[in-house]
Antibody, heavy 119, light 113 residues
Framework: QVQLVESGGGVVQPGRSLSLSCAAS????????MHWVRQAPGKGLEWVAA????????NYVGSVKGRFTISRDNSKNTLYLNMNSLRVEDTAVYYC????????????WGQGTLVTVSS | DIVMTQSPDSLAVSLGERATINCRSS????????????LAWYQQKPGQPPKLLIY???TRASGVPDRFSGSGSGTDFTLTISSLQAEDVAVYYC?????????FGQGTKVEIK
């Protein structure tokens, strides 16, 4: 069955960096577009970034452009989110999600990993 | 960016009654070339990731009970729960995947009256 397991969250000071991972299993990871979506505590969902299956295209929400980098290692079935210059407002649960082929919808989501940016 | 606005922010419905959530997009999300509305609905319960309910505005995802239905086109959409069950207590989000950045509505909290 499809499984997405995020890791790497934790507490970090403003201005510092953190890297998240999403380990995928149960499907052919290298053929799917993958996304990161975040949710601040008690708030709604915010799409963060997406990456094509072959890495040829990446997209970001404006608030993280230039600070966050999405990447993937298809040989390890793993999606990454490298976060630099972190801000208090980046505090959130970060979910990875799989885009379904043909309908572009995020059907499968991981359980998320919490990132807390605080001094 | 396309702004998604849901109404109401919260609603309380009696068990077995109908719940209706509205979602409006700031731009048309009906793609002319395939005549599909790039609109999905998600359900989220506390401590859980979102669960896909509806996509293409009206197609139920696999395993979703038929009391959940979606309708609408262009810029105005509706999620209806025809007969509210206790397990439907959750926050519901509409989501456009028509353009990048993808955006979500602010959420509607559904409770039992």
């Amino acid at each position: 069955q499809v499984q997405l397991v995020e890791s790497g969250g934790g507490v970090v000071q403003p201005g510092r960096s953190l890297s998240l991972s999403c380990a995928a299993s149960g499907f052919s990871f290298s053929t799917y577009v993958m996304h990161w979506v975040r949710q601040a505590p008690g708030k709604g969902l915010e799409w963060v970034a997406a990456m094509w299956h072959d890495g040829s295209n990446k997209n970001y929400v404006g608030s993280v452009k230039g600070r966050f980098t999405i990447s993937r290692d298809n040989s390890k079935n793993t999606l990454y989110l490298n976060m630099n210059s972190l801000r208090v407002e980046d505090t959130a649960v970060y979910y990875c999600a799989r885009e379904e082929k043909g309908d572009y919808v995020l059907h499968y989501w991981g359980q998320g990993t919490l990132v807390t940016v605080s001094s | 960016d396309i702004v998604m606005t849901q109404s109401p922010d919260s609603l309380a419905v009696s068990l077995g009654e109908r719940a209706t959530i509205n979602c409006r997009s700031s731009q048309n999300i009906l793609y002319n070339s395939d005549n599909k509305n790039y609109l999905a609905w998600y359900q989220q319960k506390p401590g859980q990731p979102p669960k896909l309910l509806i996509y293409w505005a009206s197609t139920r995802a696999s395993g979703v009970p038929d009391r959940f239905s979606g309708s609408g086109s262009g810029t105005d959409f509706t999620l209806t729960i025809s007969s509210l069950q206790a397990e439907d207590v959750a926050v519901y989000y509409c989501h456009q995947y028509y353009s990048t950045p993808r955006t979500f509505g602010q959420g509607t909290k559904v409770e039992i009256k």
